[in-house]
């Protein structure tokens, strides 16, 4: 499905020119995160979380022209690339780490963040907190925290990083839990990590998915109202207790 700055702007709440400079984007070639993709910003979580985290950026205080810029969006595309790589078994997790890190590394503006980040990602295919500012206490929910290495790359002077690592988290906690909501049953087959397996499928389990849920549109709230009110409409349909049951059987 096409989506338009102006649906970005009204489903997501990002602003129209950050919008704007993401759906126009061409697909990156020999990208394999966009493999067989015709458009930059299908409607997929996946993808949705590039341009909604960017806006999370700029509402953190970053300036659009460190946003959307062409040497920007090639680091951003090449971490995910890795992702790919990552996810096809072409790399393991180490790799995946040193090939992000290495490729970031001639344009880190913070390198007190960089070595923190890449100290907490260095632990291995699961990271978790470490009593940082960096992860959750669930592993399945820090998948996607390579991408965190982007804002390395700006000046940390210039915006709230507190925020954004926050405003991230509660993101992808949201993106994340849903997509293992759906994927249970092919993950408990297949033994692949999912959020549902880390808490426990049973009623302490589906009390803890809530509290994050919770929490995502608390934060969401503070930065980005139009994201909040998503995460909360979308809450009120999922019946944690009927997945668990179901998954149970």
């Known amino acids: 499905m096409f989506l338009t700055k102006h649906d970005l702007k009204l489903s997501y709440g990002i602003d129209l020119e950050i919008g704007a400079f993401h759906v126009d984007r061409?697909?990156?070639?020999?990208?394999?995160?966009w493999k067989s993709r015709t458009i930059y910003v299908p409607s997929a979580p996946g993808y949705l979380f590039i341009?909604?985290?960017?806006?999370?950026l700029f509402r953190a205080g970053l300036d659009?022209?460190?946003?959307?810029?062409e040497s920007q969006l090639q680091i951003n595309e090449?971490?995910?690339?890795?992702a790919a790589l990552l996810e096809?078994?072409?790399?393991?997790?180490?790799?995946?780490?040193d090939q992000v890190f290495a490729g970031i590394k001639p344009h880190v503006h913070s390198l007190s963040l960089y070595e923190e980040l890449k100290a907490y990602l260095g632990q291995g295919q699961k990271p978790v907190?470490?009593?940082?500012?960096?992860?959750t206490p669930y592993p399945s929910l820090n998948r996607a925290d390579t991408y965190l290495a982007?804002?390395?790359?700006?000046?940390?002077?210039q915006f709230d990083v507190e925020l954004a690592i926050e405003a991230w988290y509660a993101l992808m906690t949201y993106f994340l839990i849903m997509d293992d909501l759906a994927d249970i049953k092919h993950d408990l087959k297949n033994n692949e990590e999912n959020v549902l397996l880390d808490v426990g499928l049973d009623q302490h389990g589906a009390e803890l998915i809530g509290q994050m849920i919770d929490q995502s549109?608390?934060?969401?709230n503070k930065i980005n109202p139009v994201m909040a009110n998503r995460i909360d409409h979308k809450k009120s349909l999922i019946d944690l207790d009927e997945i668990i049951r179901s998954i149970r059987q």
Not at 152 to 157: K, S, V
């Open 26 to 33: 061409k697909v990156p070639t020999e990208n394999l995160y």
């Open 51 to 56: 341009p909604i985290f960017s806006d999370l």
């Open 64 to 69: 659009k022209q460190h946003l959307l810029n």
């Open 78 to 82: 090449s971490i995910l690339h890795a």
């Open 88 to 97: 096809h078994g072409k790399i393991n997790w180490k790799e995946n780490v």
């Open 129 to 135: 907190s470490m009593g940082s500012r960096f992860g």
């Open 150 to 157: 982007s804002i390395t790359t700006f000046d940390t002077t």
């Open 217 to 220: 549109i608390a934060t969401m």
